[in-house]
């Protein structure tokens, strides 16, 4: 027998390291030819390694989430054949995946668990009695009148039903466990639930790109947040008339209505289309809006870009935000898909707040965050030079900036003028 040693080759990006995020043998496995060892992750890809010949395992570099050296060894392997001198593998990875740029929020990884200390056997609860009749549940003769739902629900509590004093006709309510419970909030009465365990999970792969980024982002970068009401009815309208219109085309969504806005103003604003080259010195500005657009995916926050989005109509925008969305989701994304951003927008949806201070995407000089659609009365014209009381829409948006390269003035001026637009949407269409 002889040991094949494989290292880890150059990838061809010009790294020094890369990390295990996934073994897919381990020691004393048989491998085949071609066959899966490893993915690593380098600042930009997830690259898959595959083994060059076939044989057993017999040692393997480190465990899930640790640095590797490129050149030093990552599998051993026990092969067929007379000559026991230790050779090394030159091949090159044959799977690559598309590579990822991210900042502030990297990608596609596998998280590791350690598992918790097994917890102590608890007692099974009593069994709940399944009448609707006075019953004696103490043991001490005392005799309480409550329905099966309460007692099951008294039960789970840890409440003694003998312990609660009914508001009505002797009988015990949900309304009297509730004001039990609020009564004796401070009296080590447990709410209902289970209780959690604790875990220890290693941060490895996305989730480490991610805090790298993130923690690069805030500690390089001086961060200030504007944020502004916009009144979206008038908007709002208008895009259900264009669904309602739509044919065979995807629904429009707010999204590509607020790119649109975002693109249409950005020519007056050129130092917020920026990356800004600190090590340098030097701000590039650009002409074209390659418009990052954060996506949660099942791996984390992943970030595609609409290439040219000032190019492109509302309905072509609603078509790359899908495909682009799934592409993330997937894993599918290409290279190019997945880097060169010079603006970022970032939309929690429904879910999106008040306001939110969004973390600006590395180089890039500023991010915008549209929040959640609320309604709310105000006072709007009546058309005959008075006011009156009206339902409307609103919508805050947010935009986090680099202070070193943009100022307020810029960023609330930018902001007033894409409020402008979304306030008055029938200029959204206009050449």
């Given at each position: 027998?002889a040991?094949?040693?494989?290292?880890?080759?150059?990838?061809?990006?010009?790294?020094?390291?890369?990390?295990?995020?996934?073994?897919h043998?381990?020691?004393?496995?048989?491998?085949e030819e071609?066959?899966?060892?490893?993915?690593?992750?380098t600042?930009?890809?997830?690259?898959?390694?595959?083994?060059p010949?076939?044989?057993?395992?017999l040692?393997?570099?480190?465990a899930?989430?640790?640095m590797?050296?490129?050149?030093?060894?990552?599998v051993?392997?026990?092969?067929?054949g007379?000559?026991?001198a230790?050779?090394e593998?030159?091949?090159?990875?044959?799977?690559?995946?598309?590579p990822?740029?991210?900042?502030?929020?990297?990608?596609?990884?596998?998280?590791v668990?350690?598992?918790p200390a097994?917890?102590?056997?608890?007692?099974?609860?009593?069994?709940?009695?399944s009448?609707?009749?006075?019953l004696?549940?103490?043991?001490g003769?005392?005799?309480v009148?409550?329905?099966?739902?309460?007692?099951?629900?008294a039960n789970?509590?840890?409440i003694?039903?003998a312990?609660?004093?009914?508001a009505?006709?002797?009988?015990?309510r949900?309304?009297?466990?509730?004001?039990?419970?609020?009564?004796?909030a401070?009296?080590?009465f447990?709410?209902?639930?289970?209780?959690?365990?604790?875990?220890?999970?290693?941060?490895?792969?996305?989730?480490?790109?991610i805090?790298?980024?993130?923690?690069?982002?805030?500690?390089?970068?001086?961060?200030?947040?504007?944020?502004?009401?916009?009144?979206?009815?008038?908007?709002?309208?208008?895009?259900?008339q264009?669904?309602?219109?739509?044919?065979?085309?995807?629904?429009?969504?707010?999204?590509?209505?607020?790119?649109?806005?975002?693109?249409?103003?950005?020519?007056?604003?050129?130092?917020?289309?920026?990356?800004?080259?600190?090590?340098?010195g030097?701000?590039?500005r650009?002409?074209?809006?390659?418009?990052?657009?954060?996506?949660?995916?099942?791996?984390?926050?992943?970030?595609?870009?609409i290439r040219?989005?000032?190019?492109?109509?509302?309905?072509?925008?609603?078509?790359e935000?899908?495909?682009?969305?799934e592409?993330?989701?997937?894993g599918?994304?290409?290279?190019?898909?997945?880097?060169?951003?010079t603006?970022?927008i970032?939309s929690?949806?429904?879910l999106?707040?008040v306001?939110?201070?969004?973390?600006?995407?590395?180089?890039?000089?500023?991010?915008?965050?549209p929040?959640?659609?609320?309604?709310?009365?105000?006072?709007?014209?009546?058309?005959?030079?008075?006011?009156?009381?009206?339902?409307?829409k609103?919508?805050?948006?947010s935009?986090?900036?680099?202070?070193?390269?943009?100022?307020?003035?810029?960023?609330?001026?930018?902001?007033?003028?894409?409020?402008?637009l979304i306030e008055?949407?029938?200029l959204?269409?206009?050449?």
């Amino acid at each position: 027998m002889a040991k094949f040693t494989f290292n880890l080759p150059d990838i061809g990006e010009g790294i020094a390291e890369a990390e295990i995020v996934a073994w897919h043998v381990k020691v004393g496995d048989r491998v085949e030819e071609d066959g899966k060892i490893a993915d690593v992750m380098t600042d930009k890809a997830t690259v898959e390694m595959e083994s060059p010949v076939t044989g057993t395992v017999l040692s393997v570099a480190g465990a899930e989430g640790d640095m590797i050296a490129i050149g030093s060894p990552l599998v051993v392997i026990e092969v067929e054949g007379d000559d026991a001198a230790v050779e090394e593998s030159v091949s090159a990875p044959v799977h690559a995946p598309a590579p990822v740029e991210r900042a502030p929020e990297p990608f596609v990884s596998s998280e590791v668990e350690t598992p918790p200390a097994a917890p102590e056997p608890k007692p099974e609860p009593e069994p709940v009695k399944s009448v609707s009749t006075s019953l004696d549940t103490n043991g001490g003769g005392v005799k309480v009148l409550a329905s099966p739902a309460v007692r099951a629900r008294a039960n789970e509590l840890g409440i003694e039903l003998a312990q609660v004093k009914p508001a009505e006709d002797g009988r015990i309510r949900h309304s009297d466990l509730d004001a039990f419970l609020a009564y004796n909030a401070s009296g080590g009465f447990r709410a209902a639930g289970a209780k959690g365990v604790d875990q220890q999970v290693k941060v490895m792969g996305l989730r480490r790109r991610i805090a790298e980024n993130m923690a690069a982002a805030k500690r390089a970068i001086p961060h200030f947040t504007y944020v502004e009401e916009c009144d979206v009815t008038a908007l709002e309208d208008m895009r259900a008339q264009l669904n309602a219109a739509r044919g065979s085309r995807p629904k429009l969504t707010m999204l590509p209505l607020l790119i649109t806005a975002i693109c249409r103003t950005l020519p007056d604003f050129p130092m917020l289309n920026a990356r800004y080259d600190d090590e340098a010195g030097v701000v590039h500005r650009y002409g074209a809006v390659h418009l990052g657009m954060a996506t949660q995916t099942p791996g984390g926050l992943m970030v595609p870009v609409i290439r040219d989005a000032q190019d492109k109509n509302l309905w072509q925008l609603a078509n790359e935000i899908v495909h682009l969305a799934e592409a993330a989701r997937s894993g599918s994304a290409r290279s190019e898909e997945l880097t060169g951003s010079t603006l970022t927008i970032t939309s929690l949806g429904p879910l999106g707040g008040v306001a939110t201070t969004p973390v600006i995407n590395r180089p890039e000089v500023a991010i915008i965050g549209p929040n959640r659609i609320v309604e709310r009365p105000m006072f709007v014209s009546d058309g005959m030079g008075g006011e009156r009381i009206a339902k409307r829409k609103l919508m805050n948006i947010s935009i986090s900036c680099d202070h070193r390269v943009v100022d307020g003035w810029d960023a609330a001026s930018y902001i007033q003028a894409v409020k402008r637009l979304i306030e008055t949407p029938v200029l959204l269409l206009a050449d």
